[in-house]
């Protein structure tokens, strides 16, 4: 089995000498390159994609479970919240199988039989 790669990590929001802008640049950097890495590594046998289990807050007893997407947008509302300091970001690496989506059942006309072949599906006037 395949072990779970991860990132756990404290970002400070204030550095002595850089912009907070910048300092918050780099923060979003650093992940985006993090689950860029992840994502090029070597799939195990029967995995289809890499898959991340994801958690961002202010500190490790607060995080938001959420999902990779939405990592950089929970970044940037905790540097605009008031008072916080820093931002604990957790990805943790899975493997990710596809699975199917449900077939939508034929389209039935009013009495509940499909179409016969070579007729238009009612509704669907040409």
Do not use: N
Request: proline residues 10%; glycine residues 8%.
């Amino acid at each position: 089995m395949h072990t779970k790669a991860a990132m756990k990590k404290s970002f400070p929001f204030q550095t002595a000498g850089h912009a907070p802008e910048r300092v918050l640049d780099a923060i979003k950097q650093d992940v985006r390159k993090y689950l860029k890495r992840e994502r090029r590594k070597a799939l195990p046998a029967g995995v289809d994609f890499w898959d991340f289990d994801c958690k961002v807050g202010p500190d490790t007893a607060s995080g938001v479970v959420c999902h990779s997407e939405e990592i950089i947008p929970h970044i940037e509302t905790l540097a605009r919240a008031e008072g916080a300091a820093a931002v604990y970001v957790e990805i943790l690496a899975k493997p990710g199988v596809r699975t199917k989506k449900p077939v939508a059942p034929l389209a039935e006309d009013s009495a509940g039989t499909p179409p016969a072949p070579g007729e238009t599906p009612a509704g669907m006037d040409s």
